[in-house]
């Protein structure tokens, strides 16, 4: 078990075009053999709950390995035993005023367009080397398992998220392994922009790929 040199720099990864929309399209083009398609893929999952919450679930669930005892992750359950999100999520989920955070994590969302992401979607995953060497110097002996750590930075008030991703003795599968990370990225930014471009934000959707496309992309 080891941790590529190519996984540990800065770099942006990009996203099939469209974007998956369930599951199904999900486990056609995602690695999850690669850390960075697992980190960026579930950052899109996210922002699919906005859109399409069972489908964005199903991706999250898929991408997803629950070993947070006690931890507050997004199963509507698990091991953790709590039903559900920390105690803003839903509301945040159902309110057009919070709904448009997690875009903000993608190139080109910007306060101008309404935080609408360029296409093909990009995410820009800076390696956080401090953080994988002291995960991994208490679990990589003691329980097999491996970890890399990126985080990603919004375009509205450049709030910071991290993603952990984890690879388990045996496997050369990637989980994300911290719930909480699905939470961060509809963490409240909206005082860093101006009135005009939140309504902007608020009228804008996720994704602006057709039925059409994805009929074309993805054999279903």
């Known amino acids: 078990m080891r941790i590529l040199q190519e996984w540990q720099k800065d770099q942006s990864y990009t996203l099939a075009n469209p974007a998956p929309w369930d599951v199904e399209e999900l486990k056609q083009v995602v690695d999850v053999t690669d850390p960075r398609s697992v980190a960026a893929y579930w950052i ?11 489908g964005g679930m199903s991706m999250m669930k898929y991408l997803f390995a629950d070993i947070e005892p006690y ?7 698990g ?13 945040r989920l159902n309110s057009d005023d919070y709904r448009w955070l ?28 401090a953080n994988t060497k002291t995960i991994n110097a208490q679990t990589l002996e003691q329980l097999g398992r491996l970890n890399i750590v990126y985080w990603v930075e919004s375009h509205a008030g450049g709030n910071k998220v991290n993603i952990t991703l984890s690879s ?15 939470s961060g990225l509809f963490y409240d930014q909206r005082s860093s922009i101006g009135g005009n471009a939140l309504a902007l934000a ?9 039925v059409e ?8």
């Open 79 to 91: 091991m953790s035993g709590k039903a559900g999100w920390d105690p803003y999520f839903n509301e």
């Open 44 to 54: 899109w999952a996210v922002n699919r709950l906005v859109d399409d919450y069972d």
């Open 168 to 182: 388990f003795e045996g496997s050369e599968r990637w989980y994300v392994t911290v719930g909480a990370a699905s």
């Open 102 to 129: 997690p875009r903000a994590y993608l190139e080109g969302a910007t306060s101008q367009n309404g935080f609408v992401p360029s296409r093909p979607l990009t995410v820009v995953l800076n390696y956080n080397g």
């Open 213 to 220: 496309e994805h009929l074309q992309r993805y054999a279903r």
């Open 202 to 210: 608020k009228a804008a959707k996720d994704d602006g790929s057709t």
């Open 71 to 77: 931890g507050r992750g997004f199963t509507e359950g």
